[in-house]
């Protein structure tokens, strides 16, 4: 069955240092990966995506992620990060296509900004 | 704003009650999702509806119900209700019926059972 891990439940960074966010999934095929945040009070935002192709993705806020799948992973990074990413970050994986748009989440990992 | 919205923002019942969430998806979408996300169990999908039809089913229990309408507007039904069914229950919403279409999340609805 599909799985995602998130092994960091909470990461504190100082504003401006650099950011990432680990994501390790399970899945028989090439899978579709997402990130995405959530901010308090607020629904989910897609930060980026990754389907195919390029294995370094872009995405809003200037948020990258790369795809390696040799280590089965995902992770998101931020080269500076900024007082206003502080908020919860969700990696997800998309099920197979016979189960609709079905995503599957990890556990999520909460940022915290320090001053 | 992502354009779904869900009423109502909050809601307390008792055990045993039944409560009824509603979703109105983005303008053009097809396709409804349901997640529920607690301490527990962390954030996991309900079902999905697309145009009107049920495309996708999770780990939803018998006690809850779900339906889109002909105006593609979405209810998730919950009944006896027990204490682990406070939640946030999230719907999304998407313009097709795969994983590749981006799903846009509402706000949320806190339910509280106490």
């Known amino acids: 069955a599909q799985s995602v891990t998130q092994p960091d439940i909470h990461i504190t960074v100082s504003e401006g240092a650099s950011l990432e966010l680990r994501c390790n999934y399970s899945y028989g095929a090439t899978p579709y990966l997402f990130w995405y945040v959530q901010s308090p009070g607020q629904g989910l935002q897609l930060l980026l995506k990754?389907?195919?192709?390029?294995?370094l993705v872009q995405g809003i806020k200037g948020f990258e992620a790369e795809f390696k799948r040799s280590q089965s992973s995902f992770n998101l990074r931020k080269p500076s990060v900024h007082w206003s990413d502080a908020a919860e970050y969700f990696c997800a994986v998309g099920a197979p296509s016979n189960q609709g748009g079905k995503l599957i989440f990890g556990q999520g990992t909460e940022l915290s900004v320090k001053p | 704003d992502s354009g779904v919205t869900q009423t109502p923002k909050h809601l307390i019942t008792a055990t045993g009650q039944r409560v009824t969430l509603r979703c109105s998806p983005r303008?053009?979408?097809?396709?409804v999702y349901w997640y529920q996300q607690s301490l527990d169990q962390g954030l996991q999908f309900l079902i999905q509806?697309?145009?009107?039809?049920?495309?996708a089913k999770g780990n939803i229990l018998e006690r809850f119900s779900a339906q889109q309408f002909p105006d593609l507007h979405s209810e998730l039904n919950l009944s006896s209700l027990e204490l682990g069914d406070s939640a946030l229950y999230f719907c999304?919403?998407?313009?097709?019926?795969?994983?590749?279409?981006?799903?846009?999340f509402g706000p949320g609805t806190r339910l509280t059972v106490t």
């Open positions: 509806y697309y145009n009107g039809e049920e495309r």
């Open positions: 303008s053009g979408d097809l396709s």
């Open positions: 999304a919403s998407s313009v097709g019926k795969g994983v590749t279409y981006e799903q846009y």
């Open positions: 990754y389907f195919s192709g390029d294995t």
